[in-house]
């Protein structure tokens, strides 16, 4: 009874700090560019150039340390770890209100990136101490959090660089993260009991050998990674996308609406679609969420009109809400506790991967066959994920179905 007390106080406590870096996170996307641009009388290819350099080294960085920060919060705890990610991040956030040049805010971005791990830290964190039974419902309501949070931020920090200027935003949304560190202070840390005989630790090697010898389970990660490319590959051109279909009046404002609708849509489903995979099966539900965007994208490539598009990115949202809290909720019921940090390491490292590959295969794929090929292609890629983890589920049915505690 004491466990399933805090864990419902720390569930609390962890969607608003994952609510304040979120939305902190996502608060400076807006003027990145405007604020390299602030450095001196460059062109605007030298400001695109360096926009994209800054906006990717982030993901590269978290591509390469998730693995490693969950490693060490198997080993030393998850709350140490994810105070540390915190204030790292708010440091780096608040040294980017000082820069001088472009080379500064680069390396400021790398070390955003490398403390980059806090909400999938915070997912293993709440995850290690929730029933099987209830993981998806937990998990997508903790997800929520930091969808509302990047729902807001760029919208705040449109707002606050316009009112404030660019150094006193960065200042604002570093002094944010530090309230994220000082909440999860306030949190209790401790694991659900496991199974006598279970290890309490693992090394690298026995974590990837329990993953290699589960041919599902290294299909649903790969999958994370197919998932962030489809829905990264529509990021560049949907403000392009968005003018074409409206005009230039206003594109600012609507584009932003048509990122939004996907979020609203996410927002609503994350937790339901949870829910439904705690009574059906994760891997059941994350097939139907992969079939449903798949099949939504397609139509992307044939609007002709703007309330179309918020339609589609509405529809999309919905079902791509689900997909995170099913497949943590299955790692959940998957992995021993001990190593489910290093685990969800990984998932996240590949998310971060599709990050990078995402937006750079939808540019290129505009730029070569134009907008309406992206959601084609976007399209085929979440229908084959879906086809290729139903055929791994019926072909190794006892994986599909199995879980350890």
């Known amino acids: 009874m004491e466990n399933q007390k805090y864990s419902k106080r720390n569930l609390g406590i962890m969607w608003f700090a994952n609510f304040f870096i979120s939305a902190c996170m996502t608060m400076v996307l807006p003027f990145l560019s405007l604020y ?8 605007p290819e030298f400001v695109q150039h360096w926009s ?7 993901f590269v960085a978290a591509f390469l340390f998730s693995p490693i920060w969950g490693k060490i919060g198997d080993k030393f705890g998850r709350k140490t770890i994810l105070i540390i990610l915190a204030i790292g991040l708010g440091v780096s956030i608040f040294l980017m209100s000082f820069a001088n ?7 400021l971005r790398f070390f955003t990136g490398f403390f980059t791990g806090f909400i999938p830290m915070s997912q293993a964190f709440i995850s290690t101490q929730t029933p099987k ?13 930091s969808i509302t949070g990047a729902l807001i931020g760029p919208l705040l920090g449109g707002v606050l660089a316009d009112s404030f200027g660019y150094g006193a935003t960065f200042r604002f949304t570093s002094f944010a993260i530090f309230i994220s560190a000082i909440l999860v202070f306030t949190t209790k840390e401790f694991v659900l009991p496991v199974q006598k ?8 090697k026995e974590v990837l050998a329990y993953i290699l010898k589960n041919p599902v389970f290294i299909t649903v990660l790969l999958i994370s990674a197919f998932i962030q490319i489809a829905h990264f590959s529509i990021q560049p051109i949907l403000s392009l996308y968005v003018g074409e279909l409206h005009g230039p009046e206003n594109i600012a404002f609507f584009a932003g609406l048509a990122f939004s609708a996907a979020g609203l849509g996410n927002l609503l489903m994350a937790r339901k679609w949870g829910e439904m995979g705690d009574r059906s099966g994760h891997l059941k539900i994350l097939v ?12 992307g490539g044939f609007v002709n009109q703007y309330w179309q598009l918020l339609i589609i990115r509405f529809i999309l949202g919905v079902a791509i809400g689900g997909m995170i809290p099913v497949r943590i909720a299955y790692i959940r019921q998957e992995v021993p506790i001990a190593m489910q940090g290093e685990v969800m390491g990984y998932e996240t490292s590949l ?6 590959i995402g937006p750079a295969l ?7 066959f134009g907008f309406s090929m992206v959601f084609f292609s976007t399209s085929f890629l979440l229908l084959a994920s879906g086809i290729f983890l139903f055929t791994m589920m019926h072909r190794h049915p006892k994986l599909a179905k199995h879980s350890i505690s």
């Open 288 to 299: 139907i969420l992969l079939f449903i965007a798949g099949i939504i994208y397609f139509p």
């Open 133 to 145: 039974k209830i993981a998806g419902k937990v998990l997508g309501t903790l997800q929520t959090g």
């Open 101 to 107: 040049s472009v080379w500064e805010v680069f390396i």
């Open 197 to 204: 005989g279970t290890k309490s630790s693992y090394t690298s």
């Open 52 to 58: 994209g350099l800054c906006f990717s080294v982030t």
């Open 362 to 368: 939808g540019g290129v794929i505009a730029g070569n």
């Open 351 to 356: 998310r971060f991967l599709g990050n990078i």
């Open 36 to 43: 390299i641009e602030s450095f001196g009388q460059y062109s």
